[in-house]
């Protein structure tokens, strides 16, 4: 709060030490970002990995994410597909939007519209707008999960609440079909 950065990395440090996985964290983005002190991407990727490996879901997240990119660690989209399942798991919304997306590609995953049906429409109800959506395109399409313009209707509805235009249109289309005849 003070913007006394270096105080910081170095109170994080102590509480990184102590195995604390929130500190080792925190200090793992400071090192990566050169912030409180000279840029260490190497050690940072060092604290991130003891964060994520202790169970934190932001810290596996972000290993992932990494992987996904080749970045300070080696690209693998199959280690990062294992740790956005870890945070994903424990409720992570991100992850589970990056997982689903895994199997919706078969990036680092087999192709599965099952699994990524069901990755997405957890984001989805922990209010990821994109998530909504593509959860909807799967319902109306029959991708993964059985046919259902009503469930289709009522995710475009969630996703044009959050502003998307054209789910917006989708469901005012929908609308149009589930209309009984007058």
Known sequence: EAGDLARAQRLFRSAAERNQRVAQFNL???LMDGEGGPADP???VQWLKKSAGSGFARAQFALGLL???GDGVPLSLTEATAWFRKAA???YR???VSLATQYFLGRGAPRDYAEAARWYESA???GDQAAAYIIASQYENGDGVERDELRAFYWYNIAAAGGDPVAAHKARELRGKLAPPR
Do not use: K, S, T, Y
């Open 124 to 126: 989805a109800e922990l």
């Open 94 to 96: 991100d992850a589970q």
């Open 89 to 91: 798991e424990q409720g």
């Open 67 to 69: 992987h996904e990119r």
């Open 28 to 30: 793992a983005v400071m």
């Open 42 to 44: 190497v050690a940072g």
